[in-house]
């Protein structure tokens, strides 16, 4: 225990299961009386169901049951909640239609739920769903953002199929300051639209139990209690107390597996209706046409400059597509996690967002890895970067000369940074990059037909949304902390409980590593536990990069209380004053003296208290604690990246890609590495090669990976990586947290690099090999 | 995917009189495209006849200047073949760029001919190579076998068996992937016979296809240059969203013109 478990590389406790298919994912649960689910969905994307006729089905073999939307109504099943309300401009709440779990009167997007068919094998259940008869009366759809308010209606609540019109920031003096400014970039831009594919498909596993009068539901979620608060609280007004989620191992999210999903409410009535097990695991085609998508925004952007290059002034104006109906926090992400964002790394004074966004005939967009601020570090590195250019200014001087340099700094866009160096992270990857010997790198790829290309991008991250009050007053409908349970059993061994979910992340190693640490315990001693309400006392769970840093928090904060437990036992143990008692590395101490007690033994004395004062002291040895952090963290850092492009055909690789990020302090550093790399991979397939696509009929045309294209190891470079640290100042691991991070600065990287290669202004993501082509053809 | 019945018969004779006594029912050999097929209930089969079992369709045998291959040859078979990469180094080469591991380890030749898929890559070296498709019944010309889209000349039931590659002077295969299926957006064989040269083109038309101008250059004068300035014309080419008739008419000269080049090497 000489060497400090923070900061060391230590191997991920979780991977042995993993790897030897040992993991017990919601599929892998097989209940009693077990039933599965198929989903009768919509193939068109906007249409009035006239009839459904579910009698043949009804007949087949095997099946249970059929249900349609009319018996959720007439059930009184509710409609799904949405988690955030945002006050548009004109101080009106926004509009909020009704998200039946199985559609009713119509149905809004190719892939949505019209009926379930529960049988006896999945085979039967897939066959009679076959059976069900629907007479759709075929409507006109919309599916671009950017045509939204002039296309059908799609919900009667929002006749121009408007949800809201927001806005961030002091127009009049924005519009003042761009009248002043001595040069003015500006880009029209499109954040592609993109599918987020998780390796585990979404998956409901739910079972009725007659004699408790409650349910389970096993499901692949990323917040279990949220889950349950969403459905038992707005959908089928239960007690929370009857219902139990539980969210076994789950292969990725990416905030896919934030939200609260029909299927999952279908599944969970009908446990009860049938009093049998139901269970509905998602194909991968059904991924596709049904898990929340991310991004899908246009928009215009402004940079207002004096001649020196300074920024004045920012607008922005965004359409963000929110897809057919409102998911769990649909309504946030284009506005409270994107024009707060829009300050970056950049002293820009002044600076206006509005964002208006609409109801299209596409699946629901909501958060994924990023969830607004990959968005808004693309507007503001895009800017920056084509500034430079336009104004014959080194784009890495540009930056230095608007980075922000004190803190705390207090941006127009609301958000306060805490802290940062972001010249060590830029010093760091120019270095690191090899920058200075790009230009021969540059003639060497000519050489062999290639363009080559730099790029630029410095994001800044907000992590662990907060505080809970700021984020009310915001129109959050749910707080944002997050509790942690310490208990020690009486042999000196640990059981951890979070409300963080680990979903890939490792929280199993991390916060083990935490623990084992701060008691001075081994980490076979530490154990932990997420995923599971009746076990986990509560829980946020995990998105927005937010798990050590909140989560973390809460775990310290208890073992805080364990120690100063602890302090009174060993005083009394070792006849004591308590204050003389010394904790470290797993030993109480009388301080001065030679007197010590080991944790085990203190532990032991909690459970067995013979010896204990029991008259002032509780036996046991059992903590909680809620930490509902002071502001949002603040992960920033430098990324550069170099592609190459065939000149024939348009083909783009990534030459090199080089991140240096600040964390703060970094518990893990295989692990960081190991999200940084994910993290890069999902940015550079958003710049390359992902890009969902709708006909303007409303067919999914990427609706497999035949057409949708994430990116392959060979499609990544060897990443080169490296950090800085400055430290949070408000939680007392200093910890920032990583996981968004490489999502949200690697696109404006890539694309910087692309436009510099072909030395065109913009070029839409994915950057294919036919759009460069076009481009090159374009420009010849 | 539906219900299906399953058999694995021991001969090729056992596998063709199944085939003919159950209309619905289909041969089963890689399964690379059949069962995908299947799960997304394109395909439903009544009967599989799986023909994993038969000798006879297996093998790879060089005879001075041919290659026969077996029908169930799988593609890593295929690609990993000291005798194809002696006497055909392209042939082996294409197979190695089909799908993944996993794929070239359970499809095969057959499979793949029979499939016709337009973005398949063994037709390009069938055509491009001449080659003769022996079947149950027959031997068919790769002139007369690719017919059009997912179309072959194969009657219901007919069996391929194996395949015979002519052994050119020099060949080669240029494959421009489909990013995200990685199956051809534009892949060019092409092969020199000394004075006579043939090219082929898959993933760019409705089936592969050979280039007529393209080879009538290349059979004067077999370099780079010949080709490179040959401009394809669109029409009739596959669009998609990956790539217009005239990105894909455009890849064709730049896949041919590379691929010429190393034929060369
Ligand atoms: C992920 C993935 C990636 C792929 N990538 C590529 C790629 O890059 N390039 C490429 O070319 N292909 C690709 N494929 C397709 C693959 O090569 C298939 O193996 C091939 O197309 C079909 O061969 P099979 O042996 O699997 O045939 P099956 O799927 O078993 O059969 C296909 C059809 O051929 C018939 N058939 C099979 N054998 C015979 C026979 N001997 N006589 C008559 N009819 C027969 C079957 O009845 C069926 O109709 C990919 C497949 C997958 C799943």
Redesign the interface.
């Known amino acids: 225990m000489s060497t400090s478990l923070i900061g060391a590389r230590v191997q991920r406790k979780e991977d042995y299961r993993f790897l030897t298919g040992a993991g017990q994912y919601t599929d892998d649960v097989e209940l009693p009386h077990q039933s599965y689910a198929a989903f009768v969905r919509s193939p068109h994307a906007h249409a009035v169901l006239k009839k459904v006729n579910i009698e043949k089905a009804k007949k087949a073999p095997g099946v249970l049951a059929v249900y349609t939307g009319t018996d959720l109504a007439n059930a009184k099943v509710g409609g799904l909640p949405c988690g955030w309300l945002i006050t548009d401009v004109k101080g009106q709440p926004m509009k909020e239609p009704p998200y039946p779990p199985l559609a009713q009167g119509k149905v809004r997007h190719v892939g949505e739920r019209v009926a379930v068919v529960i049988a006896e094998t999945l085979?039967q259940a897939r066959?009679a769903a076959?059976l069900v008869e629907v007479d759709y009366q075929v409507l006109p759809a919309v599916v671009d953002a950017a045509k939204a308010s002039k296309g059908p209606k799609l919900h009667d609540i929002a006749p121009d199929n408007t949800c809201y019109v927001w806005a961030l920031g002091d127009k009049a003096a924005v519009d003042a300051a761009f009248a002043k400014a001595a040069h003015v970039t500006r880009l029209d831009l499109v954040n592609n639209r993109l599918i987020p594919n998780a390796i585990e498909p979404r998956s409901a596993n739910a079972v009725y139990s007659r004699a408790g009068d409650d349910y389970t539901l096993y499901v692949a979620s990323q917040n279990p209690h949220v889950e349950r608060l969403l459905m038992t609280a707005f959908v089928l007004g239960l007690p929370e107390s009857k219902v139990r989620v539980v969210a076994p191992d789950v292969g990725g999210g990416f905030g896919s597996k934030i939200y609260l999903y029909p299927e999952d409410v279908v599944v969970t009535w009908a446990s009860k209706q049938l009093n049998r097990a139901v269970k509905w695991t998602a194909e991968r085609?059904e991924s596709f046409l049904s898990d929340a998508h991310g991004r899908d925004h246009v928009t215009t952007a402004e940079l207002a400059l004096d001649k020196d290059g300074k920024f004045l002034a920012m607008r922005v104006q965004t359409t963000a597509n929110l897809g057919a109906y409102l998911s769990t926090f649909a309504s946030c992400i284009p506005t409270i996690l994107y024009a707060t964002l829009l300050a970056g790394q950049y002293t820009t004074p002044l600076i206006y967002c509005e964002v208006t966004s609409v109801f299209t005939n596409t699946a629901p967009v909501d958060a994924y890895r990023g969830a607004g601020r990959p968005e808004a570090t693309y507007v503001v590195e895009r800017l920056v970067e084509t500034a430079a250019r336009e104004m014959k200014l080194d784009p890495v001087e540009i930056r230095r000369r608007n980075f922000i340099r004190q803190f705390p700094y207090q941006t127009p866009v609301a958000l306060q940074y805490d802290t940062g160096d972001y010249d060590a992270t830029l010093d760091a990857v120019l270095k690191l990059a090899d920058v200075a010997g790009f230009p021969s790198r540059k003639q060497q790829s000519l050489k062999s037909g290639k363009l080559r290309g730099i790029g630029y991008a410095c994001y800044i991250e907000a992590c662990g949304i907060a505080p809970s009050n700021v984020a009310g007053s915001l129109g959050a409908r749910a707080g944002l902390f997050e509790a942690g349970e310490i208990r020690v059993h009486p042999t000196g061994t640990v059981t951890v409980f979070t409300g963080s979910h680990s979903h890939g992340q490792g929280h199993e190693t991390t916060f083990a590593q935490v623990v084992a640490e701060r008691l001075g315990l081994p980490m076979e001693a530490v154990e932990i536990v997420h995923g599971d309400t009746s076990k986990v006392l509560f829980g946020m769970g995990t998105y927005g990069s937010r798990s050590i840093a909140v989560g973390g928090t809460a775990i310290v904060k208890a073992l805080d209380k364990i120690v100063a437990k602890g302090k009174k036992i060993a005083a009394h143990l070792m006849e004591a004053a308590e204050s003389d008692i010394e904790y470290d590395k797993g030993v109480f101490k009388v301080a001065g003296t030679d007197k010590k007690k080991m944790f085990g033994e203190v532990a032991f004395a909690a459970y067995v208290p013979h010896n204990y004062p029991l008259d002032k002291l509780e036996p046991g040895l059992n903590e909680n604690a809620f930490y509902d952090p002071a502001n949002f963290t603040f992960p920033a850092g430098s990324y550069v990246c170099e592609v190459e492009v065939d000149k024939?055909?348009g083909?783009t690789t990534i030459a090199a890609f080089t991140a240096v990020d600040d964390f703060g302090r970094i518990i893990n550093p295989m692990i960081v590495e190991g999200q940084v790399h994910g993290g890069l991979a999902q940015g550079i397939g958003q710049a390359l090669?992902e890009g969902c696509?709708y006909e303007d009929s409303g067919q999914l045309?990427?609706g497999s990976?035949?057409?949708?294209?994430i990116p392959r190891a060979g499609d990544v470079p060897s990443f080169k990586l490296d950090t800085r640290e400055t430290a949070c100042t408000h939680n007392p691991l200093g910890v920032k947290g990583c996981g968004e991070a490489g999502a949200i600065g690697a696109p404006a990287a890539v694309m910087n690099a692309i436009t510099d290669a072909l030395g065109v202004k913009d070029l839409p993501m994915p950057a294919?090999?036919?759009t460069v082509?076009?481009s090159m053809h374009k420009a010849a | 995917?539906?219900?299906f019945e399953y058999h694995r018969p021991a001969s090729s004779k056992d596998a063709v009189s199944l085939v003919s006594k159950k209309p619905e029912g289909r041969y089963l050999a890689g399964g690379q495209s059949l069962v995908q097929a299947m799960k997304?209930?394109l395909s439903s089969p009544s009967d599989l006849i799986d023909l994993s079992a038969l000798k006879d369709l297996t093998g790879i045998r060089t005879s001075g200047s041919t290659v026969e291959i077996g029908a169930m040859a799988r593609h890593a078979e295929v690609a990993g073949s000291a005798e194809v990469k002696k006497a055909i180094p392209a042939l082996a080469a294409l197979a190695g760029t089909i799908g993944d591991r996993q794929v070239r380890h359970m499809g095969t030749l057959g499979g793949s001919l029979a499939n016709d898929d337009p973005a398949a890559d063994y037709p390009a070296a069938a055509l491009g190579l001449g080659a003769t498709i022996h079947t149950n019944k027959r031997k068919i010309e790769a002139d007369k076998f690719f017919k059009g889209l997912y179309e072959t000349a194969l009657e219901p039931g007919e069996l391929i068996t194996s395949v015979s590659f002519p052994v050119p002077k020099r060949a080669a295969y240029m494959k421009?992937k489909n990013?995200?299926?990685r199956f051809a957006m534009v892949g060019v064989f092409v092969a020199d016979f000394g004075g006579k040269a043939r090219v082929a083109v898959t993933g760019a038309g409705p089936s592969v296809f050979r280039q007529a101008e393209m080879e009538k250059a290349l059979s004067a004068k077999f370099a780079p240059d010949s080709v490179a300035g040959i401009k394809v014309k669109p029409d009739g080419l596959n669009s998609?969203?990956?790539?217009?008739p005239e990105?894909r008419a455009?890849?064709i000269t730049?896949m041919a013109r590379r691929a010429v080049e190393a034929a060369l090497k």
């Not at chain 1, 990976?705 to 294209?709: A, P, R, T, V």
């Not at chain 2, 998609?240 to 217009?244: N, Y």
């Open positions: 085979a066959d076959e085609s024939e055909t083909a090669t696509r045309v990427t990976f035949l057409d949708y294209c294919t090999a036919q082509w076009r | 995917m539906h219900a997304l209930r421009f990013p995200a299926s998609d969203l990956h790539a217009s990105y455009h890849l730049v």
